[in-house]
């Protein structure tokens, strides 16, 4: 019973993703999956240890980039360049971490969005030889069929994407409910007096950087196997604060505010560009306006009201059976 | 003072910020189970010579050691490995937690080995039913609010549970700063009840604004007065030193000689 509880939003969750599949095309899907993915890192970053970053980017080129590398220039198996794109990733976010992690949060913010530009000027003029500079690496057709899960195929890549993304999940849940979870929590607010009863806030801070960002590089890898492609593009210093978009629009802190968020930016994208030119400005006042109607995000305002509507209706139905049903 | 061991010692310790002297060359013993206090008016440099023995700051010049051993340069984290714990003066809690993962939080470090890899596979529940921590529930009147986020709580509460994450840690000397500051008087006599049971068998030291609450408990007082101690002794004796009599008018002693006090 416990563990039913543990797993049930988790599935739910998930569940509902699958069934957007079903009403709503491919692309979208598949989009909202890994866009989630990305989001996850930063929602965690923002939400449990209170740093923001303008620079997920950096960390979702690293991953996609070492992917991409992978497939022009060494091997054509997607679960492999998969691999490689976490290892890389965590690799980066290792070597870089310990220098920006002793940054206060204002300045944790800017460090990254430099690492982003650095990353997306190597990729675009420095390394153009190797990179094909703005035209980016191009290995669609290299790509090798893989048994089982056919990644190469878009909906057998969702499904994979779906699994990895529950993986995601259950990971970070369980993260929120283990003692690091708790650490976190508190360094987020009260650094000293985390380290004055002897935890070592640097370690703690550390290590929420590096898994965050290994997430985010997974993310990346991900885009590499389902595009086809890489170029400087995913690094862009415009598209910096995207995920930090994501974030605040799904519910900062939120488990699910990550899914939700990126459903409803992916969504208005699509929407709003057949209808509009410039969409992004109403993204830019529909941000403004969250961060004034209370901060708390879509999943933040929604999940209280949604508890309170399932334990009501749990009530009703335990008192009055029957009506509740046929209505 | 007698011939119990020395917990901490404090040599020649000053601190600077700027042009201000905050402690001036004070030297000062705490000798093992001593229940002691440190009064003084407000930026006497009490809480300043509090966050150097507790290693919040560094200092200038002295040395700072802890059952025998130099602790002047450590860090706080070194420094609590070794058994030394504080509170804070403005009440220093995880706000978004729960009382009982607050608890929790200072168990696990002190009591289990907590590497990182042990931080990541043990789960805030395992912690939520362990003996000690409820034990520390029940005397810290703590039960009802099990449950509730820090930020919900009265102050009192929240002191309370500041003392007992300090006193559920074990520590070998327990440093608390301003413990009752801003407290009703319902609530200042709960915590005294709570640390008298501690008095005798464990070390004690207490930065206090007033006096009058805890005169009776200490065995020792200590005054501060511009950075430096001005007399130091039980607190008849302390209180009686002509020094604090010319600038006790500024700290709040009794009752009694406040009335004295006023000129």
């Given at each position: 019973m416990n563990a039913l509880r543990w797993w049930w939003g988790l599935v739910l969750a998930f569940a509902l993703l699958v069934v957007m599949r079903v009403f709503l095309p491919l692309p979208f899907a598949n989009e909202v999956v890994i866009f989630s993915i990305y989001t996850i890192g930063c929602n965690f970053l923002l939400g449990r240890v209170g740093f923001i970053s303008f620079g997920q980017p950096a960390y979702l080129a690293v991953g996609a980039y070492a992917a991409g590398f992978y497939f022009t220039y060494f091997g054509a198996n997607p679960y492999i360049g998969i691999v490689i794109g976490i290892v890389v990733g965590f690799i980066v976010a290792l070597i870089v971490g310990p220098f920006f992690v002793r940054l206060r949060s204002d300045y944790f913010a800017l460090v990254n969005l430099a690492l982003a530009v650095i990353i997306y000027f190597l990729m675009q003029k420095v390394l153009a030889p190797i990179?094909?500079?703005?035209n980016g690496l191009w290995y669609l057709t290299n790509l090798e069929p893989t048994p089982v899960?056919?990644?190469?195929?878009p909906s057998q890549f969702f499904i994979f994407a779906l699994l990895v993304g529950f993986a995601t999940w259950a990971f970070y849940k369980y993260l929120d409910d283990s003692i690091y979870g708790a650490c976190c929590l508190g360094a987020k607010i009260n650094e000293d007096k985390l380290t004055f009863l002897g935890y070592d806030n640097f370690r703690i801070r550390l290590t929420a950087f590096v898994i965050a960002n290994t997430t985010t590089a997974l993310a990346g890898a991900l885009y590499a196997v389902y595009l086809g492609f890489v170029s400087p593009e995913i690094t862009s210093p415009t598209r910096a604060v995207d995920p930090v978009v994501v974030t605040i629009l799904g519910g900062?802190?939120?488990?699910y505010g990550p899914i939700v968020g990126a459903i409803a930016y992916t969504g208005m994208k699509d929407v709003l560009s057949q209808i509009l030119v410039n969409w992004e400005l109403m993204i830019g006042f529909l941000l403004v306006f969250i961060m004034l109607a209370g901060e708390k995000g879509i999943w933040g305002t929604l999940e209280p009201r949604l508890k309170k509507l399932f334990f009501r209706k749990a009530a009703s139905e335990t008192a009055g059976g029957s009506k509740a049903r046929t209505a | 003072m007698d011939g119990r061991a020395e917990t901490i010692r404090a040599d020649k310790v000053t601190k600077r910020f700027g042009g201000l002297t905050?402690?001036?060359?004070v030297s000062y013993v705490l000798h093992e189970n001593e229940v002691a206090g440190i009064i003084g008016s407000n930026g006497a440099g009490k809480t300043t010579f509090f966050n150097l023995l507790t290693g919040y700051y560094l200092p200038d010049e002295g040395t700072i050691s802890y059952c025998g051993e130099d602790?002047?340069?450590?860090?706080p984290q070194q420094r609590v490995a070794r058994g030394m714990m504080r509170t804070f003066q403005l009440t220093s809690?995880?706000?978004?937690?729960s009382v009982v993962d607050n608890l929790g939080l200072a168990y696990f470090r002190a009591h289990?080995?907590?590497g990182l890899m042990q931080l990541l596979f043990n789960t805030r529940k395992s912690q939520r039913n362990e003996p000690k921590i409820v034990q520390t529930m029940d005397t810290f009147d703590l039960q009802d609010v099990?449950?509730?986020?820090?930020?919900?709580?009265s102050l009192g509460e929240k002191r309370r549970l500041e003392i007992a994450m300090a006193i559920l840690v074990d520590p070998k000397v327990l440093l608390l700063d301003e413990?009752?500051?801003?407290?009703?008087e319902s609530e200042i006599q709960s915590i005294l009840g709570v640390l008298r049971k501690h008095v005798g068998h464990q070390t004690i030291l207490i930065v206090e604004h007033k006096l009058s609450h805890v005169q009776d408990f200490l065995q020792r007082l200590t005054v501060m007065h511009e950075g430096r101690i001005i007399a130091d002794g039980t607190a008849e004796e302390a209180l009686r030193h002509p020094e604090v009599r010319r600038s006790y008018w500024q700290i709040d002693v009794t009752a009694e000689s406040a009335g004295v006090a006023t000129p």
């Open positions: 990179t094909n500079g703005d899960l056919d990644l190469t195929h900062v802190g939120t488990l | 905050a402690v001036d060359q602790v002047t340069r450590m860090t809690t995880f706000d978004n937690l289990k080995k907590s099990r449950d509730r986020e820090v930020k919900n709580l413990p009752l500051a801003g407290l009703a």
